[in-house]
């Protein structure tokens, strides 16, 4: 029997190689140059429509000031510390509560069959109130009820809507991630021994709240973007801060300086959450096509 | 005289109007290897997941060293601890190390420490030829080391009983082997053994017993020699002869 010889490949670029290489670089080069062409041509005439307007010189002076935005700067970014510090106390509650939430509605025991009623009905409730008016509710109506040891603090009530707002949302994403998980896992785990709680504290949400990173993320964006809604109960946060500068002065440029602030924060954390569904698409995937 | 380890009587499992175990029974004594053969559908994974109390049987008692486990009152956790089960597709958890994934079950459910867990778990893995890979995940190692894992996950229970559910089956062919070498050392050191597999080779010489099972019934059961060699049915013999060309 003979041994089957290993082929070597030939030192340099043969005809075949040569001409893939060719071909693919006037295939990268051309894409290219579409893109950048019809890039320019798109933004080129947006521009164009815009700075031509009849009304572009007002506009321009009334929303794009760089005076204005340099004078409203300093009150509405010690407003926006106000929003990073809200939506950062009413992320952590969310997930926690949210979590909770998820994990009564996924639980088969019969003692929790009231807490597990409650729970569904409570995510059915509140997914379908608008933000907007359970923040009306939330912040008008308790305090005027005048309850002892209730606090009466805007803030705090405007925390407490996000909460319980955003928690029915990301009960949900919970969810989805626990069923996500295989039931295989589940069975491998009971056949150890471990009883139903064990099994979904140690094998199963470790897997599913793994999972859903991305789409709480995206939650977390939306959230920020949503304590621009306290200015309506009149806490003292950037959207507010920037209401009341154009009310002095009749210049739309401290909104603009407000949504600036908030994109810093937004943009790097979308990018961030692409950039793990990319990464978790190529671990599972395996494929380039 | 003591009663058998595991006592198989007369039970039947029905998923609505399909029956799939009819009036099963065997008895299996302490230290023997069991091998369960027949076609698929013929409810061989079935038994295996009633054995372990996955799945709850309609009818008939499954006795451990005498006690019915089948009971409906019964507690069933306490009862899996004793109970290892090696599944077709390993079913490793994916989230946890290969020394976590062992660890796991006897930390939490024996309550054992875990330097304690840790220290079995090594050993268990140098026994096996696995202590290289003890920190690896089990994306990251090979089809025949995750069901070894596996294997090994389920033996640091230290289980009475042991059940294979066509623990090669999803296995490339040249991983077969390492697997099987893993069960013929168990088999040789007296695990008591319910083993589902097409491998005739392994029932024939690890295997003290083989059942036949077609159509949720035990149609053949006997030694190896007999029950492979010389089936008494036609069932069995075409079945058999399919399995054997390959």
Known sequence: MTEATTP???????????????????QRRRSLAIGAASTVAVFGTVGLVVANSPGWPTVRQTFFSWEHLQASFPEIWSGFGRNVRIFLIAEVLILVVALLLAVIRNSRSPFLTPLRIGATVYVDV??????????????????????QGVPN???????????????AYVAEVYRAGIESVHESQRSAARSLGLRSAQSMQYVVLPQAVRRVVPPLLNDFVALQKDSALLALLGVQEAFRE??????????????????????????????FTDYLIRREQKRTAGTSL | MSPPLLSVDG?????GELVVLKDVSFDLERHQVLTVVGPSGSGKSTLLRCLNLLEPIDDGQIRLEGVDISDPEFDPDPVRRRIGIVFQSFNLFPHLSVLGNITLAPRKVLRISRPAAEEQARALLS????????????????GGQQQRVAIIRALAMSPDLMLFDEPTSALDPELVGEVLDVMRVLAAEGMTMV????????????????????????????????????????????????????
Not at chain 1, 126 to 147: D, E, H, K, S, W
Not at chain 2, 11 to 15: R, T, V
């Open chain 1, 153 to 167: 603090s805007q803030e705090f009530w405007a925390i407490v809507t996000l909460v319980v707002s955003y928690s």
């Open chain 1, 242 to 271: 920037s209401q009341i500068y154009v009310a002095r002065t009749f210049n739309f440029t401290a909104y603009l300086a407000a949504a600036l602030l908030f994109l810093i924060l937004t943009i790097p954390l979308a990018r």
């Open chain 1, 8 to 26: 070597r490949r030939e030192p340099g670029i043969s005809p075949g190689r040569a001409r893939r290489l060719a071909v693919h670089q006037r």
């Open chain 2, 11 to 15: 039970i039947w499992k029905e998923f």
């Open chain 2, 127 to 142: 026994r096996f030829d696995l202590i290289d890979k003890i920190d690896e995940y089990p994306d990251r190692i090979s």
């Open chain 2, 195 to 246: 083993v589902v597999s097409h491998e005739l080779a392994f029932a024939r010489e690890a295997a003290d017993r083989v059942i036949f099972m077609d159509a949720g019934m035990v149609v053949e059961d006997g030694p190896p020699g007999q029950v492979l060699e010389d089936p008494q049915t036609d069932r069995a013999r075409r079945f058999l002869r399919l399995v054997q060309e390959g």
């Open chain 1, 126 to 147: 509140v997914r379908g109130i608008p933000t907007i008016i359970l923040l009306y509710l939330l912040g008008f109506g308790v305090p005027a009820l005048r309850l």
